[in-house]
């Protein structure tokens, strides 16, 4: 694959005034080799999160989870997933021969990888992943919180719709974290993480809601994937119930939201699709 930053990515950066902090980590980006520290961070995992499309076409972010070890190298550049979307999920089934994000969270020690490549197999008990990128990124915003098994993951009472509920919009703005994936026509799709303060996500409208860009690693990969592509994900979990709550639309970056961090941006999602009624295995126990 091409390495270093794409043409979406070099533009956020350069209008933001970070593209000497980015090119300073764009050796990130470069191949990777799952055999040495990442994947030993990966191995210890219990909790990810993937984006990619459903047999229709649409993206989505959903969680994964296991005991530690689920996430395995098989070689430098192989990683084989001990776990797939359980029935209910939007990413049940979901298709191989895809571009993949996953975004592997350890909650407790504020740490993250994220990791991009192609989907190349999928089983009922697993995935496999040919990786093209593996990569850590900064503790900003990250809650800390212990998370423990619990009873198996759930597709409980499965609801789909077009828009949020009044119970999704309390989940969304009751929230401090979300997961968020987005996608590029060549270098395929991504999973990253967004945190602040509760309530940092504000809900407009059944079909809309938007949340304020904090300053984080200057490398802008999502911004520069929706800079060419608006389509985007968002996975939002109640840690204490194990509920989930998967959006799919587009979002835009608003660049003069004045007063949001100082970085005057925020992000505006539009809502198109919902899925919500599944849990997972995982809860927040003592910090």
Known sequence: MDTGFHEGERAVQERAGTRADAERLGGMLDAPDLTAGVGRFLAERTFAAISARDADGRLWTSPLSGAPGFLRAVDATTLAVNATPPAGDPLHALPAGQPLGMLAIEFARRRRVRVNGTLTDVTKDGLTVAVEQAYGNCPRFIHPRDLAPSAP???????????????????????????????????????????????????????????????????????????????????????TTGATLHLSGTAVVDWSAAGDLDTGRRVEFHVEAVASGSTIPLRAGPS
Do not use: K
Not at 184 to 199: E, F, L, M, V, Y
Not at 214 to 227: D, I, K, T, V, W
């Open 153 to 239: 993951a759930s597709s409980g009472d499965v609801r789909r719709g077009p828009a949020l509920t009044t119970a999704d919009q309390d989940l969304v703005t009751g929230s401090d974290t979300f997961l968020l994936g987005t996608t590029h026509p060549t270098r395929g799709n991504d999973a990253s993480h967004r945190g602040g303060p509760a309530g940092f996500v504000h809900v407009t409208d059944p079909r809309t809601l938007w949340w304020p860009d904090y300053p984080g690693n200057n490398m802008f990969n999502s911004f520069g994937n929706l800079a060419v592509d608006p389509e985007a994900a968002l996975l939002f979990l109640d840690f």
